[in-house]
Each structure stands twice: as structure tokens, then as C-alpha cells.
């Protein structure tokens, strides 16, 4: 069974890595800080010394050495090397180890010489002052004084080991205080998910967002979007399932009458009349469940339409103008395509744009145009690198009052004398919206009819 990962867990791992990376440091620091004093002790314990031999050599009267209580004070150790020596620059080596180097000489009293030197493998510090000889004015006489430097790093290592567990202690203190810091500020989600918890199926409204923290606030416009989407979603069912029963409840009610009609009186001319009604109800009914289709398909979320790409336009409305001149000249209408044969490139979905252009050319043949009538299908580019797509007829047009409302669901202009769904010029107000493109209806008068335009504008994209 896979455990859900933790997020209190995973903030502390995150918070102790760079603890323990603090720890490192501060341990290197702390030995590095130690050996630092401890090399200024003990650096200025061996001047001290070197000092105090140079006074007791001075005391004495010429070239007089150290006593040998003096020798062992200086060299007495258990476990380290401690070694002196006492030159003369005129007389050479005057007491101590000759083996010790000898620092640069000086002329005249001068600061004290640390020197760092390897004898027999162990490394060793030497201190060396310089001191006029009282008995030989003329001659100078370096002390020096020597020891392994074990010590100081002993020294250091005790000081290192002394603060570490202090280190961890107070390491040990910070995570639990961060555990206790995490738990409390993950509880203030717990009122987001209080509310999400607490909200009825059907409410999709945004989140309160007032006391979400900032850093919550991704999460809670995430949460947000997701919730506008399924209320987008949801309201196109609720009106799909409300248009599809508004435009399907005439007709079913219209073919139950036809056929209760021809059950009651069999006659062969009243079931061919009513076989009649029903077959211009079917039809009736069969564009009317297409042209939902069409709208739903036309007002569905972004995401759930097919991949927009770049198009021919010119090319997509000569083919689709070709393949409805047969029908038109069945019905004895001129349907025609005037515009460039080159490319015209938008972006955009292709099935949805001959759904828009064959309900603009339906529209005008059911509503614009009689026999010997002419429908025209316009493309022309623009100046800005758009273009014009439009569909005009030579019909009797609109009023100027209804054009307006042109486009609305189910309005139907009166006094047409056919019939129709309402739903022709939605749809293709939702297509357009969908591109981008701007809609624009209305009557001209060279020759009289109805003129719709669509309005790309330059590279629209779905």
C-alpha cells in the first residue's frame, strides 16, 4: 500500500538539511576559531618563554649557560617535544639545541619570529626574539623556543567537541519548534476545506478568499477556475436539455396527433395525409436536434472543442459553396462565391466554420431568396491582414427593428412565411464569438436583402 506522502514531513526535511548543512559549517568554524586562539596561546606562551631565557641569560655575567634546573623546567614533557636554544650571532650557539633553524638575524630589538619546521617528522612551532648581549654590547643573542603543535590541535578538537552537543541540542530545539510552527500554519486551511466540506452538490460559486494565506491563494484561484468551468459546463447541459425540449415538444406532440389521427380513421387518404404531416414533422424534427447539436457543439468550453489550427479560408468557403450549388439549383436559387483565389490564413476550427457558412447559406435560401433568387458568398482580405467573410440575398429583408435581436435563440422574424428553429443565426453568433470575429447583420439596398458579415481580424485563433 503506497502511503500518501506528508507535507508536514516533507517541510521538515526540507527545514533539517539545511540545519545539518549549518551544523557542518558551524563545527569547521568553531575547530578553525579554536586553533586560531589556541595557536595565539600558545604563541605567546613560548615568547614568554623565549623572553624569560633571554633574562636569565642576561643575568649572568658573558656566556654563561642555563642551569640544569633551568633546562629541565624548560624541557620537561610527558608527551611533547619541548626544545630551546640560545645563539650568539658573534659567539654561535650558546645553550639548548643546536639542531633548532636558525631564524633571519636581526640587527637592532625587533618583533618577535614565529617559524613552522619539521624535526624528525613531527611538526613543530618555534619562537625566536632578539636581545643585546649586556656582556658584549656589540653582540646580539637569539633566544628561541620550540614544541610540537599537537597541543593546539588537541585544543581544538576539545573546543569542537564541547560546542557540538550544545549545536544539536539547539538544532534539536529549532526542528521541533518548526514541527510546532508547520502543524499550526497548515491549520489555516483547515477553514478552506471546512467550506469546501461543507457546500451543497450543486453550489459552484468561488471560494472566499479573504483569509486564505498568499501562498494558499494559487491553490484557492486553481479551485476557482475548475469550479467556473464545471458551472460553465453544467449550464450549457441545463440549456441544451432546456432548448432540446423546447424545440422538441411541438413536433413529438405534432407526430403522436398525425398517427392517433391515422389510427382513428384508416382511411388511405386521411393515413396519407397524416403520413404526410409526419414525415415534415420528422424532418422538421431531425434539423432542429442537428441544429442543437450544432449550438452545443458551438458553446462548449474551450478545452473540449477540436484543435484549432491554421486554415485556408478562401479555399474552405469555395468548396463549401460548391458542394451547396447543386441543391441551390434544385431549388432554382443562384448561389455564387465572389472573393481571391489565393490563400486567405486564419486560425481557427474548421468544422465549425462550415457549420457557421452552410447555416448562413440555409438561412438566406429559407428565409432571403425565392426561385430565380441570388445568394451571394462574399471573402475579401482587409487592410490589417484580416478579412471579411459575408453572406448576401436578394430577398425581402428585415425590419429594421428586429435586426437587433437577429441571433437570439428561437426568434424567428414574422411574416416570413417559413418555418424554421431559430437557432441558424445563434449559431453562427456563437461561432464567431468563439474566433473571435466580429458579427454584423443588417439590410442593403444594391440589391435589396439581407447582408451578414463576419469580421476576422488578423491570425484569430479559437
Known amino acids: 500500500?503506497?502511503?500518501?506522502?506528508?507535507?508536514?514531513?516533507?517541510?521538515?526535511?526540507?527545514?533539517?538539511?539545511?540545519?545539518?548543512?549549518?551544523?557542518?559549517?558551524?563545527?569547521?568554524?568553531?575547530?578553525?576559531?579554536?586553533?586560531?586562539?589556541?595557536?595565539?596561546?600558545?604563541?605567546?606562551?613560548?615568547?614568554?618563554?623565549?623572553?624569560?631565557?633571554?633574562?636569565?641569560?642576561?643575568?649572568?655575567?658573558?656566556?654563561?649557560?642555563?642551569?640544569?634546573?633551568?633546562?629541565?623546567?624548560?624541557?620537561?614533557?610527558?608527551?611533547?617535544?619541548?626544545?630551546?636554544?640560545?645563539?650568539?650571532?658573534?659567539?654561535?650557539?650558546?645553550?639548548?639545541?643546536?639542531?633548532?633553524?636558525?631564524?633571519?638575524?636581526?640587527?637592532?630589538?625587533?618583533?618577535?619570529?614565529?617559524?613552522?619546521?619539521?624535526?624528525?617528522?613531527?611538526?613543530?612551532?618555534?619562537a625566536s626574539v632578539f636581545l643585546t648581549n649586556k656582556a658584549d654590547p656589540g653582540d646580539v643573542l637569539v633566544i628561541s623556543t620550540a614544541e610540537t603543535i599537537n597541543k593546539r590541535r588537541a585544543l581544538a578538537r576539545e573546543l569542537l567537541v564541547s560546542t557540538v552537543?550544545?549545536?544539536?541540542?539547539?538544532?534539536?530545539?529549532?526542528?521541533?519548534?518548526?514541527?510546532?510552527?508547520?502543524?499550526?500554519?497548515?491549520?489555516?486551511?483547515?477553514?478552506?476545506?471546512?467550506?469546501?466540506?461543507?457546500?451543497?452538490?450543486?453550489?459552484?460559486?468561488?471560494?472566499?478568499?479573504?483569509?486564505?494565506?498568499?501562498?494558499?491563494?494559487?491553490?484557492?484561484?486553481?479551485?476557482?477556475?475548475?469550479?467556473?468551468?464545471?458551472?460553465?459546463?453544467?449550464?450549457?447541459?441545463?440549456?441544451?436539455?432546456?432548448?432540446?425540449?423546447?424545440?422538441l415538444r411541438t413536433p413529438l406532440a405534432g407526430l403522436r396527433l398525425q398517427a392517433e389521427r391515422a389510427l382513428a380513421d384508416p382511411r388511405p387518404e386521411t393515413v396519407r395525409e397524416a403520413l404526410a404531416h409526419v414525415e415534415r414533422l420528422s424532418a422538421g424534427t431531425a434539423r432542429a436536434a442537428g441544429q442543437l447539436l450544432a449550438l452545443a457543439r458551438a458553446q462548449a468550453p474551450d478545452e473540449s472543442l477540436g484543435a484549432a489550427a491554421p486554415l485556408d479560408l478562401a479555399k474552405l468557403v469555395r468548396e463549401e459553396v460548391a458542394a451547396r450549388v447543386p441543391g441551390a439549383l434544385a431549388k432554382g436559387i443562384d448561389l455564387g462565391y465572389r472573393g481571391p483565389e489565393h490563400d486567405i490564413s486564419v486560425i481557427g476550427?474548421?468544422?465549425?466554420?462550415?457549420?457557421?457558412?452552410?447555416?448562413?447559406?440555409?438561412?438566406?435560401?429559407?428565409?432571403?431568396?425565392?426561385?430565380?433568387?441570388?445568394?451571394?458568398?462574399?471573402?475579401?482580405?482587409?487592410?490589417?491582414?484580416?478579412?471579411?467573410?459575408?453572406?448576401?440575398?436578394?430577398?425581402?429583408?428585415?425590419?429594421?427593428?428586429?435586426?437587433?435581436?437577429?441571433?437570439?435563440?428561437?426568434?424567428?422574424a414574422v411574416g416570413n412565411g417559413h418555418e424554421g428553429t431559430g437557432l441558424g443565426l445563434a449559431i453562427v453568433r456563437e461561432i464567431a464569438e468563439r474566433h473571435g470575429a466580429e458579427l454584423s447583420i443588417g439590410n442593403h439596398n444594391d440589391p435589396h436583402g439581407l447582408r451578414v458579415e463576419i469580421r476576422f481580424l488578423p491570425l484569430t485563433s479559437v
Not at 27 to 55: E, F, P, T
Not at 396 to 401: Q, R
Open 165 to 247: 552537543p550544545i549545536e544539536l541540542l539547539l538544532i534539536g530545539v529549532a526542528m521541533a519548534l518548526v514541527w510546532l510552527g508547520i502543524n499550526r500554519g497548515l491549520r489555516v486551511l483547515d477553514p478552506l476545506a471546512h467550506e469546501i466540506r461543507m457546500r451543497e452538490a450543486g453550489d459552484l460559486s468561488p471560494l472566499r478568499t479573504i483569509d486564505a494565506p498568499l501562498e494558499v491563494q494559487p491553490l484557492v484561484a486553481t479551485i476557482d477556475a475548475l469550479l467556473g468551468r464545471l458551472d460553465r459546463m453544467l449550464r450549457q447541459q441545463q440549456r441544451f436539455i432546456a432548448d432540446a425540449a423546447h424545440q
Open 1 to 126: 500500500m503506497i502511503r500518501n506522502p506528508s507535507l508536514r514531513r516533507r517541510l521538515l526535511l526540507f527545514v533539517s538539511i539545511p540545519l545539518l548543512a549549518v551544523l557542518v559549517c558551524g563545527g569547521i568554524i568553531n575547530y578553525v576559531i579554536g586553533l586560531h586562539y589556541a595557536n595565539k596561546v600558545y604563541d605567546r606562551w613560548l615568547l614568554d618563554s623565549a623572553q624569560a631565557i633571554g633574562d636569565l641569560v642576561n643575568s649572568d655575567a658573558g656566556r654563561n649557560e642555563l642551569s640544569d634546573q633551568a633546562r629541565i623546567l624548560l624541557q620537561f614533557s610527558v608527551k611533547e617535544r619541548n626544545e630551546f636554544a640560545v645563539r650568539s650571532l658573534r659567539y654561535g650557539v650558546l645553550a639548548g639545541n643546536d639542531d633548532l633553524p636558525q631564524p633571519s638575524p636581526k640587527t637592532s630589538h625587533g618583533s618577535p619570529v614565529f617559524t613552522n619546521f619539521l624535526d624528525r617528522g613531527l611538526p613543530m612551532r618555534m
Open 349 to 412: 476550427d474548421a468544422v465549425l466554420l462550415r457549420e457557421l457558412l452552410g447555416n448562413l447559406i440555409d438561412n438566406a435560401s429559407r428565409y432571403g431568396a425565392r426561385s430565380g433568387a441570388v445568394i451571394t458568398v462574399e471573402l475579401q482580405p482587409s487592410a490589417n491582414g484580416g478579412c471579411t467573410m459575408a453572406v448576401q440575398d436578394n430577398g425581402p429583408g428585415v425590419a429594421p427593428e428586429l435586426i437587433p435581436r437577429l441571433g437570439e435563440r428561437f426568434f424567428r
